[in-house]
């Protein structure tokens, strides 16, 4: 499986150990992330109309030594899935979407109609954070996620993709695993508030983009220095979604 995404900061966090993972599970995934860092839709959409060379290029998970187009990476592989999100200060605010994100459906389509496509749910910052964006929530973790539920499943009925749902499996995570929630001294599944932890919340992000692309259920830890234990409760959560 050939995987693209067209992203930004929060898909390199999801596409981290994807490779790694799908590995141990048998799977034989190609891994390829567009970033660049707080990418909106607009902007990307802006980038096809003026070609811009303008993403570092992500491969398995390993920053590529070289700059990159959007038409380009599109050429340059026959890819068996493609990836969308939106930029994550306006993930909840379906407004910001269009027309953008149904015109790079479209352009994508052109050049790749063989390519199942996926949305890329993100997830909520913490509360407290510090992000410019979080104002447009009310500073209220609970509301941007909520507000991302709804925005997200907009867009899939907008373009027909299949939802990968990252940001259900983080608020989940805070919700019903009490190892994980923060605000009563668990452990973050943020590294800064916003971006996922290179421990946990990366796996998780990872864990829920095999189990959707796959379906296969995940059980593996490919972080050997994690408490297998919270990997095995993040593993269980993401089998239940």
Same mark, same amino acid.
């Given at each position: 499986? $050939?995987?693209? #995404? ?5 898909? *390199? ?16 995934? @190609? ?8 990418? #909106? ?15 570092? /290029? ?15 990476? !599109? ?7 493609? %990836?969308? =999100? =939106?930029? #994550? ?12 994100? *149904? ?6 389509? =052109?050049? =790749?109609?063989?390519?199942?496509? /996926? ?23 609970? $509301? ?7 925005? #997200? ?5 907008? *373009?027909?993709? %299949? ?18 929630? @923060? ?5 973050? !599944?943020?590294?800064? *508030?916003?971006?996922?932890?290179? %421990? ?12 959707? !692309?796959?379906? $296969?259920?995940?059980? %593996? ?21």
């Amino acid at each position: 499986m $050939k995987l693209l #995404s067209i992203g930004n900061s929060f898909s *390199t966090d999801a596409h981290f150990f994807l490779h790694r993972l799908a590995v141990l599970h048998g799977v034989d995934l @190609y891994t390829a992330n567009l970033f660049i860092g707080g990418c #909106s839709l607009e902007t990307h959409w802006h980038n096809v109309n003026e070609n811009n060379a303008d993403y570092d /290029y992500e491969i398995n998970g390993n920053v590529a030594e070289r700059k990159i187009s959007i038409e380009e990476a !599109l050429a340059e592989d026959k890819w068996d899935v493609i %990836t969308f =999100q =939106q930029a #994550s200060a306006y993930s909840g605010m379906p407004n910001t979407f269009e027309p953008y994100l *149904t015109n790079l459906v479209s352009f994508v389509k =052109q050049k =790749q109609p063989q390519a199942k496509l /996926y949305f890329h749910q993100t997830w909520s910052y913490e509360n407290g954070s510090p992000h410019s964006g979080f104002v447009g929530y009310d500073s209220d973790s609970r $509301k941007m996620f909520e507000s991302i539920v709804s925005a #997200s499943d907009n867009a899939i009925e907008i *373009t027909g993709a %299949t939802l990968i749902p990252a940001g259900t499996v983080i608020q989940k995570l805070r919700d019903d695993v009490k190892e994980f929630n @923060y605000t009563d001294g668990g452990v973050s !599944l943020c590294r800064d *508030t916003y971006h996922l932890s290179e %421990t946990y919340g990366r796996y998780a992000a990872a864990a829920i983009w095999l189990r959707t !692309l796959t379906g $296969k259920a995940v059980a %593996t830890n490919p972080i050997n220095e994690l408490d297998i234990k919270l990997i095995e409760k993040i593993n269980t959560v993401v089998n239940s979604i």
